[in-house]
């Protein structure tokens, strides 16, 4: 009788090594290394050294007519909005995020609003007992909805209670760390037990036309916990990010089969769970003062949704050798990169002062067309001076100190100007003839005045004040005594 074989699996990434290490040499996560049985061995070439011959292949053209996927509408806007029209028959959706941020609570209101529409839809908990589940509900007004509510952790049993003929259209599971499937010798939670796992919940939903929705723990690192394969096997991928101390959700999309990545749903938590947010703008607003230095309203794309948020900047004398620099909201790489152009290319001292930098609101934004918005931040509060209270600013950076244009600048404008801006600090755009200076001024068609720059020195000269200058004074070099 042959031993069984054993093998050792990372927890972190999912790297298998043939003996037990204290460090992982895949991702260099410490402890998280394993033993688990090896699977069976199969048949030398898969099984096709037998003789067995395949079915062969039809090909088709890139050219025909595909009926849009039917879809399941909660009638949740920003739920919807996210999973790009709603949940799309047969399909498998992965959610993600920190523990408390209101991932059960999200799904819940989800699985009762589509419940309520004549959907039938099962709730499967492997982490609450069905008491735990009831309380959340009538805290949050949904234990008059018909939903189907159970509390499992087996696989096997899950699928089966899912094949029947009368089996329910929807099916959250809550969550993925907690199956396990009994054909695999390892314990839950493990990556062999949340990859088998998922893998049969997903061709589950293949085969039976049944929406299935994952919800993933994330480890320490924002990441979902488990393999990196289980983001690869779903269709639709989405994040839940959020402060606990800001009452704002945002749940974005990472990956998406059916709709457009990247774009985001705002929610706002209260007592009675999470509601749309119909204008994330004006919310992210709501608490903003405006004569006050070092505040910059950003005007960014989010998907396909235009988003306003106040991006804060505090420049303060350091009490330490090394500066520190503090990023909430933003890439700090992104702003040492500013920073050190401001010093390089436009002459202002910065070096000897902390810089915090926060985005308003608890949103993290990516894109580079934030750069021109967090410089101004910058030297506004270096300078003291408070920047326009009607104007917004967005616009690209480059090593040279050059402004770059960014995508969607009509969109921008028109969402700045429906919330009551009147300016704009905009780049240059690409057809447009050369000023004199490298800056001027022009009126869009959205009735907003945009302000066109081409370097980041005309945003300084902007916030330079007459009696205390931003820019560091000449050294005089060489016996000619020429300048810089």
């Known amino acids: 009788m042959a031993r069984p074989v054993k093998r050792f699996v990372c927890q972190s990434c999912g790297a298998v090594t043939t003996k037990w290490s204290g460090r992982c040499e895949s991702c260099g996560e ?54 790009g029209g709603g949940l799309v028959v047969g399909s498998a959706l992965l959610i993600g995020g920190d523990p408390g941020i209101g991932k059960s609570t999200l799904l819940l209101q989800v699985a009762a609003a589509l419940a309520k529409q004549n959907t039938a839809c099962a709730y499967i908990s492997g982490e609450e007992a069905l008491d735990q589940v009831r309380l959340r509900a009538e805290r949050l007004g949904l234990h008059g ?6 509390t ?62 994952l919800v993933g723990h994330v480890t320490k690192d924002g990441a979902i916990a488990g393999p990196r394969v289980l983001e690869h096997m779903v269709d639709t991928v989405l994040y839940f990010e959020g402060e606990r101390g800001h009452q704002f959700r945002i749940l974005r999309t990472v990956k998406n089969r059916f709709g457009p990545t990247d774009e985001i749903g705002v929610f706002e938590m209260s007592d009675r769970g999470l509601a749309d947010v119909a204008n994330p703008s004006a919310l992210f607003l709501a608490e903003r003062r405006g004569q006050v ?36 909201g933003w890439d700090s790489n992104r702003l040492a990169m500013v920073l050190a152009v401001l010093e390089a290319r436009c002459g202002v001292s910065i070096g000897a002062n902390d810089v915090y930098l926060n985005v308003a609101g608890g949103l993290r934004i990516g894109e580079p067309a934030a750069d021109l918005a967090v410089a101004a931040a910058v030297v506004s509060s270096l300078a003291d001076e408070a920047v326009p209270p009607d104007m917004v600013v967005f616009g690209e950076i480059g090593l040279g100190g050059e402004v770059r244009p960014v995508g969607q600048r009509e969109a921008r404008l028109r969402e700045a100007a429906k919330l009551g801006f009147r300016t704009a600090l905009v780049p240059g755009s690409r057809s447009g003839p050369a000023r004199p200076g490298g800056s001027g001024t022009a009126r869009a068609a959205e009735g907003i005045v945009v302000d066109e720059i081409e370097h980041l020195s005309d945003l300084v000269a902007r916030f330079q004040p007459a009696d205390r200058p931003l820019k560091r004074p000449r050294r005089e070099t060489g016996p000619d005594r020429r300048r810089e």
């Not at 048949?43 to 595909?66: C, E, I, N, V, Y």
Request: charged share 20%.
């Open 30 to 83: 410490w402890n998280t290394i394993v033993e688990e049985a090896a699977p069976a061995p199969g048949p030398a070439g898969g099984g096709l050294a037998r003789g067995g011959k395949g079915r062969l292949l039809d090909f088709a053209g890139l050219t025909g007519s595909t009926p849009q996927p039917p879809r399941y509408r909660s009638g949740i806007a920003e739920f919807d909005r996210v999973c």
């Open 145 to 150: 909805a018909p939903v189907q509510l159970t």
């Open 152 to 213: 499992a952790t087996s696989v096997r049993d899950i699928v089966a209670t899912l094949e029947r003929p009368d089996a329910p259209r929807v099916a959250i599971i809550d969550s993925i760390q907690t199956m396990w499937l009994d054909t695999v010798e390892s314990t839950p939670g493990t990556v062999t037990q949340v990859r088998a796992s998922a893998q049969a919940l997903v061709e589950l939903a293949k085969r039976r036309g049944i929406a299935v929705l």
């Open 293 to 328: 230095s070092g505040a910059c309203v950003f005007a960014g794309i989010e998907g396909t949704r235009p988003v306003l948020v106040e991006i804060q900047a505090l420049v303060a004398p350091s009490s330490f050798a090394t500066p520190r620099h503090a990023v909430v």
